[in-house]
């Protein structure tokens, strides 16, 4: 009997343990949240046939090229690489939205600090008004073109996005959970 009820207590503890251990880990994903700024962003490209060729069996209309995905969602991990990038922000969740002439990469950028966000914001506005940089974007975005050559590629507009509180909320959750799971 002895030895059945200090194994309830070794399982009871361990149990105590683990519930300790995750009331301490979501109070730190709780204060990381509360401590994160975060703004969503996307990056707007048209694509468009440089001839008119239209697809057969609609007049008017041309076909679109398959657009390589992780290509696409590069330019968002590259961007810390340009020239005056905050070095308190990081980018994160990119992912690719595209249609009918056009893709655009949307992702969030974070900081433990609100000026740092601004900081970004600020950036982000004039860094795509340097030639070099919308070249080399575009480049970038044609060569995950399947059939680059027939198509051209224009950096039409660049913004930060309107997201609700609770998107907000939701996108600072996962890069918490994602820095504490890092942590461990």
């Known amino acids: 009997m002895s030895t059945l009820a200090s194994e309830e207590n070794l399982l009871f503890s361990t149990k105590k343990e683990q519930n300790r251990h995750q009331n301490t880990s979501k109070q730190h994903a709780c204060t990381l949240e509360s401590s994160l700024h975060g703004h969503k962003y996307a990056i707007h490209f048209d694509i468009t046939p440089e001839a008119a060729q ?6 008017g209309c041309y076909e ?6 992780e290509l696409c969602i590069l330019i968002a991990e590259l961007l810390p690489l ?5 070095q308190a922000v990081w980018i994160s969740q990119q992912r690719l939205e595209e249609g009918h002439g056009f893709c ?3 992702f969030w950028t974070f900081a433990e600090s609100a000026d740092a966000i601004k900081t970004f914001d600020i950036w982000f506005q004039a860094i795509f008004r340097k030639s070099r940089v919308t070249e080399t974007l575009e480049r970038l975005v044609a060569c995950a073109l399947e059939e680059a050559g027939d198509f051209e590629i224009a950096l039409n507009d660049w913004a930060r996005l309107h997201v609700t ?18 942590e461990r």
Do not use: C, H, W
């Open 54 to 59: 239209p697809d057969s069996s609609n007049e």
């Open 64 to 69: 679109m090229p398959y657009l390589n995905t």
């Open 82 to 86: 340009f020239e005056g990038f905050p």
């Open 104 to 106: 655009r990469i949307v």
């Open 165 to 182: 509180q609770k998107d907000t909320q939701k996108a600072m959750q996962k890069v918490a959970s994602n820095m504490l799971a890092a």
